[in-house]
Nanobody
Framework: QVQLVESGGGLVQAGGSLRLSCVAS????????MGWYRQAPGKQRELVAA???????NYAESVKGRFTISRDNAKNTVYLQMNSLNPEDTAVYYC?????????????WGQGAQVTVSS
């Protein structure tokens, strides 16, 4: 069983920064693909940032230059550094990991972390 636990969300003023963490625990042997999604009230879930084990990353246009996705393989942890936050970034953020586990190649989701940016 693999679990993803997110942390680091909260309330921040516009222009501030937050760093989200997503720790994968359980029988996961490798992380091949990672991503952060967000869902604002009344809107569809959207991809914010994604990365691969090969080092490729891509970002939504709205966060380019402000957000950075990274990982610590030794800790099975994925991060999302968010700088220059604005109220439009307010949403629940979800981490997503695809990799090999004791059940084969699977995709896993975190429980979500609320990020609120005040103006």
């Amino acid at each position: 069983q693999v679990q993803l636990v997110e942390s680091g969300g909260g309330l921040v003023q516009a222009g501030g920064s937050l760093r989200l963490s997503c720790v994968a625990s359980g029988s996961i042997f490798s992380i091949n693909r990672m991503g952060w999604y967000r869902q604002a009230p009344g809107k569809q879930r959207e991809l914010v940032a994604a990365g691969t084990s090969g080092g490729t990353t891509n970002y939504a246009e709205s966060v380019k230059g402000r957000f950075t996705i990274s990982r610590d393989n030794a800790k099975n942890t994925v991060y999302l550094q968010m700088n220059s936050l604005n109220p439009e970034d307010t949403a629940v953020y979800y981490c997503n990991i695809a990799g090999f586990s004791s059940s084969g190649y699977r995709e896993f989701w975190g429980q979500g972390a609320q990020v609120t940016v005040s103006s």
